[in-house]
């Protein structure tokens, strides 16, 4: 059921509020890189997070490969620096429209791409993946990564997915997840800095995919990454406490390393989920 307006303002706005925080900001600098703020697929368990991130992106990009080209223009939903969109641009050559909701992070992500010369292939838009700014079969192929489990309405982030892909168009997404069989209250402090009250499942996002035509639908799940990718959050964190206390809030700090080790235990407990979601858009997709 799709939320009232309302309600999507707010939560766009808690995650507004969010990503253009100087801590949030420092955090991903110091923490995480900077370029791909996502979980990572790890070749080892100490493999540096900014590498797993970066093939994390390399993964998803595959799934689009043979819809992307010169000739051709991709939508990153939920852009954050724009390492997905630099990459994308980098490797394919096609064009890339990043949307974004953070005017902060985009600005950041104009300046990435003027410095590596992408400028001219990569546009920056500011505004909603609840309702984005183009025409039906606009993409000829639309991807995100991790921004999903921020929304108050999912469904309705699908639905714009889908509608402003061409007919034989790809889809591919990741994010984060509950476990089927996880009660909403188990999580509730630990994705308390999301502002959302639940994360979805992998069944929901299947469901989903499968309602708007979108076929066929594949889930490649990654989720034993997940107690790798935030026990190096963590363990990067206390490395770079001293630093991180210097240069932004200590009250972050302290809710990070309280918050972080509850994500691990959320983790090894198997309350969470993770993958690589697939789609074509068949021409018959429904909108």
């Not at 925080?21 to 790890?42: L, M």
């Not at 540096?48 to 080209?69: K, Q, W, Y």
């Not at 394919?92 to 003027?114: E, K, P, T, Y």
């Not at 789609?279 to 018959?284: F, T």
């Amino acid at each position: 059921m799709s939320k009232d307006k309302t309600a999507l303002g707010s939560n766009e706005d808690a995650t507004r509020s969010y990503y253009e925080s100087s801590d949030v900001d420092g955090f991903y600098d110091a923490v995480w890189g900077g370029e791909d703020i996502h979980t990572g697929i790890y070749a080892h368990d100490t493999e540096p997070v900014a590498a797993a991130s970066r093939r994390t992106v390399e993964r998803l990009a595959d799934r689009l490969a043979d819809t992307l080209g010169p000739d051709r223009t991709v939508l990153d939903l939920g852009s954050g620096y724009g390492g997905t969109a630099r990459y994308l641009a980098e490797r394919f050559g096609c064009r890339v429209v990043a949307l974004n909701l953070s005017a902060a992070q985009n600005d950041r992500h104009r300046a990435a791409n003027a410095k590596r010369g992408l400028d001219g292939l990569i546009e920056v838009v500011t505004g909603s993946f609840h309702e984005v700014p183009y025409d039906d079969g606009h993409f000829d192929a639309v991807c995100s990564l991790e921004a999903f489990c921020h929304s108050g309405d999912r469904s309705r982030v699908l639905g714009e997915a889908a509608r402003v892909l061409k007919p034989g168009g790809a889809l591919a997404f990741t994010d984060i997840m509950a476990d089927e069989d996880t009660p909403p209250e188990a999580l509730h402090q630990v994705i308390s800095r999301l502002g959302v009250d639940a994360l979805a499942t992998p069944s929901f996002y299947l469901r989903q995919l499968a309602d708007l035509g979108l076929s066929p639908a594949n889930f490649d799940d990654q989720s034993a990454q997940l107690t790798t990718q935030y026990t190096r959050l963590t363990a990067e964190t206390r490395a770079h406490e001293a630093e991180l206390r210097a240069t932004i809030s200590p009250a972050y700090v302290d809710g990070l390393l309280a918050n972080l080790p509850l994500w691990v235990d959320a983790t090894r407990a198997g309350l969470l989920r993770w993958g690589i979601f697939s789609a074509r858009h068949n021409g018959s997709a429904r909108r």
